[in-house]
């Protein structure tokens, strides 16, 4: 089975379950766009699994987003969608403290959380996700809204990443 499938089955599709069950059920945070936008940024993002924490530079977790984001997004979550905040939580280790702007090392050891806070930080965005079939949407979508147009990586990175994390490499 390809890498690519497992995570998306033991990482991606549990906790983007858990997410949508935290907004009251509705089938929009667990998406088929959603999950293949995210296995996209994961696969570019961490070199088809390889890194967890950025070689140089501040990023971590498989979905390579940096601690100032992530505390950004804590503290958007916590102005305008507590209950988000607390679905969160279920995938940050087990403490007796909320989760706060500091805990972004959390992305480096739980997979889940990762993701988790990688899903949150895209419903911030006005732009509708491109259709689940809509690969080269999607890879657009990632490099504008994920990588920006700052960033070094383009819409191939990511549409290349995967398709090899899929198994269909071109």
Known sequence: MKLGKLFVEHVIKPVLDHLDMATGGHGKMNTQAAINLILMIVAHESGKLTYSKQVRGPALGFTQMEPATFGWLIEWLGKTRPHLLDALSMFAPISAEPIGKNDADYMVIS???????????????????????????????AKKYWNTHAGKATEADYLNAYKFMVGDET
Request: charged share 25%; glycine share 4%; proline share 10%.
């Open 111 to 141: 997979p889940q959380f990762a993701v988790a806070t990688a899903r949150l930080n895209l419903i911030r965005f006005p732009e509708a996700l491109p259709k689940a079939d809509d690969l080269e949407g999607l890879a657009r979508y």
